[in-house]
């Protein structure tokens, strides 16, 4: 019996659907070895400017060996930042949680004026616990190097997976992409070549644009610390640097960690000073340091920018608030060239239908 139309429709809709169901079970199933690939890809494409650069100098231009050495540099910093880094941070993160309440309790009594104001305008009681829970959860993050390592890497195992993925798609990335080049349709290969060129310059430029600004936010802030003799200057400097690397609200947390911790640990005056210090870095990376190290980036607006950490944050935590707007700026583009050829094609019927009418009349 031959199949109808609408039957052959039906069918196909089942199967699209039970074929999505599939995959998002599977994708909830596999979430964290997805999760290490895409980490895994995000890292290659920001080490594959290094790699083709390096390259050149090697013997015979072997790609292979210069994947290696840029490699076991990227090992020896993630040796430095767990041996010399991680610890302190580790250590510094545990005492702030563990004192944080009885700080926030002897600050309230050193300053009878600021206890004035937020009891008349906060429950006190609610603050109190508020600080409490806040400290808890602290201490449930992170009490030691272990528990830290297990937070930020997901261990020994997903480290090592995620560096050897990252060598194997560094190493044959290029011949993957020649392959699916050789195969593809020779009429749009120069405009898909193109497309892949911008979203590959959009995510390597991000990411690397991304770790740098952290970097620098992190150090600069330890630095600004250990001037006027804050505590814990380690353990809120590398904070401030990690929340940096979030678009949009990282930079806000962060500064409403520093100086909260400051005030209650240190002193109302040091406060002050690492708010003066906050507005000024900030100025400084908005207007000087973003322009530069993003300048080949494409610009997303703010409201895709919130809305792609939303999602980014939901579906894969940090890593997911890092690579959103990469995705969304790679997306972007996609939208931008479809509608761009949509146009044309529509210009090209327009013109084509026009001329079909003049040799008519």
């Known amino acids: 019996m031959e199949l109808t139309i609408s039957n052959r429709t039906i069918i196909r809709i089942v199967a699209i659907v039970v074929g999505a169901v599939i995959v998002i079970r599977l994708a909830e199933i596999l979430r964290t070895e997805i999760i290490w690939m895409l980490t895994a890809l995000f890292l290659a494409l920001a080490l ?29 910093i993630l040796v430095f930042i ?21 700080a926030y309790t002897q600050f309230l009594t050193q300053n009878p004026g600021i206890s004035s104001f937020i009891s008349s305008n906060v429950n006190s009681s609610n603050a109190s616990q508020a600080i409490h829970q806040f400290s808890n959860q602290l201490l449930s993050f992170g009490g030691s190097f272990v528990v830290v390592l297990r937070t930020f890497f997901g261990g020994a195992i997903a480290l090592s997976a995620i560096l050897v993925l990252t060598f194997f798609m560094v190493l044959e990335g290029p011949r993957w992409i020649a392959a699916f080049w050789r195969y593809s349709p020779e009429k749009t290969r120069a405009s898909y070549q193109d497309l892949v060129s911008q979203m590959f310059g959009t995510v390597t430029g991000y990411v690397n644009g ?62 002050l000073i690492m708010a003066v210090y906050l507005v000024l870095y900030q100025q400084v990376e908005n207007h000087i340091l973003q322009p530069i190290i993003f300048s080949k980036t494409i610009e997303v607006s703010p409201l895709v920018t919130l809305i792609a950490v939303i999602f980014g944050v939901s579906l894969a935590g940090f890593l997911g608030a890092l690579v959103a707007i990469p995705v969304a700026a790679s997306i972007q583009i996609l939208v931008r060239h479809y509608l761009s050829l949509h146009s044309q094609n529509s210009a090209d019927n327009g013109r084509a239908s026009t001329a079909h009418s003049h040799a008519k009349s």
């Not at 400017?49 to 790609?63: I, Q, Y």
């Not at 770790?211 to 003799?229: N, R």
């Open 48 to 76: 594959e400017p290094a790699v083709k650069t390096l390259s050149r100098f090697m013997p015979r231009k072997s790609r292979g060996l210069s994947v290696l050495v840029v490699l076991l540099l990227v090992i020896a």
């Open 82 to 102: 767990l041996v010399a880094l991680i610890p302190p941070f580790a250590s510094q993160g545990y005492r702030l949680a563990s004192n944080l309440p009885s």
């Open 210 to 271: 991304r770790l740098l600004t952290g970097l620098i936010a992190g150090l600069l802030t330890i630095g600004a610390l250990l001037i006027i003799k804050a505590p814990f200057a380690i353990a809120l400097g590398l904070s401030v640097g990690l929340l940096d690397l979030i678009p949009m609200i990282g930079a806000l947390l962060g500064a409403i960690l520093l100086l909260f911790a400051v005030l209650v640990f240190k002193s109302v005056t040091a406060a």
